[in-house]
């Protein structure tokens, strides 16, 4: 992400605990849920703000106060770009805050800094009537709203616990919900997120630079790819792995592949870096 997004304004002084934006967060392992399919039915206003600006925090509140006036026409989805860089690459965000209008899966109009509560009514206006009768959940004009379908109350109560870090009771939910349903493609890809960020919970950064130390120490290997994954680095987790596996051999080699195919997993396997990735591990097994 070094270059794509000026994070300029985080080298503020953090705002107070208290002027933090509490609800409508919304993280990677919600923003399908919460975001693309929330906006089949409504748009997603997606604000993507930093505690340490100001600026972001105050136009985040604006929303949130807005929002709660507009009678479900739209909702709002705030999320903390530091600790989302992916989604913020995926919006190609230039700035902070950067706010983006999601309907039906797709953006549809944005703006980046912080705006008069004026242009901000206007723009989300805009939004509205460029929507209306599109959308099913969009009151006015443009034929009968369709009911909307209720979200499954077993990944509501995972999502929950997993939004209140707790990673333990997120897995048992997941696994339950694939207890009943072996085949459920959504809990299967959860559950392999919430495990990764359970563990990486748990390792210490200095674990890097002993794997760069000793690339013979595969525990440190591994532990350094899951952490580099987790920092938005996933072409450097991938090539450390695969490194290691061209070192190893027999069940050390086993270990490390099934590993990095576990990382691949985090990702659709349609994303290039994967293939690429894929490609790379072919070479060095055979």
Do not use: C
């Amino acid at each position: 992400m070094s270059g794509a997004v000026d994070l300029s304004a985080l080298k503020q002084p953090p705002v107070a605990a208290s002027e933090v934006p509490a609800g409508h967060t919304v993280t990677e392992a919600d923003f399908e849920t919460k975001v693309l399919r929330r906006s089949a039915q409504v748009p997603v206003v997606v604000a993507l703000y930093s505690q340490r600006s100001p600026g972001s925090v105050e136009l985040v509140r604006l929303l949130e106060r807005l929002v709660g006036e507009a009678g479900g026409d739209w909702d709002l989805a705030i999320i903390e770009a530091e600790a989302n860089m992916r989604i913020a690459q995926a919006f190609g965000v230039q700035g902070i805050p950067t706010v983006i209008a999601v309907a039906a899966g797709q953006p549809l109009a944005d703006f980046t800094g912080n705006q008069p509560e004026e242009q901000v009514t206007q723009w989300i206006a805009a939004v509205l009537d460029a929507v209306r009768g599109k959308l099913p959940g969009v009151g006015g004009e443009g034929g009968e709203e369709e009911p909307q379908v209720p979200e499954d109350p077993r990944f509501v109560a995972a999502e929950e616990a997993l939004e209140r870090g707790d990673f333990d009771t997120a897995e048992a939910a997941y696994k339950a919900i694939l207890n009943a349903e072996p085949t459920n493609v959504e809990a299967k890809a959860a559950l392999r997120q919430v495990q990764f960020i359970a563990r990486v919970q748990e390792l210490d950064p200095a674990v890097v630079a002993k794997a760069d130390a000793d690339p013979a120490d595969l525990d440190a290997a591994l532990a350094a790819a899951d952490l580099e994954m987790f920092n938005q680095q996933p072409e450097a987790a991938f090539d450390r792995l695969i490194a290691a596996v061209k070192r190893t051999a027999g069940d050390d080699r086993t270990r490390v592949r099934t590993h990095l195919v576990e990382l691949f997993e985090l990702f659709d396997p349609a994303e290039p870096i994967v293939k690429t990735a894929r490609r790379k591990l072919a070479a060095a097994l055979y």
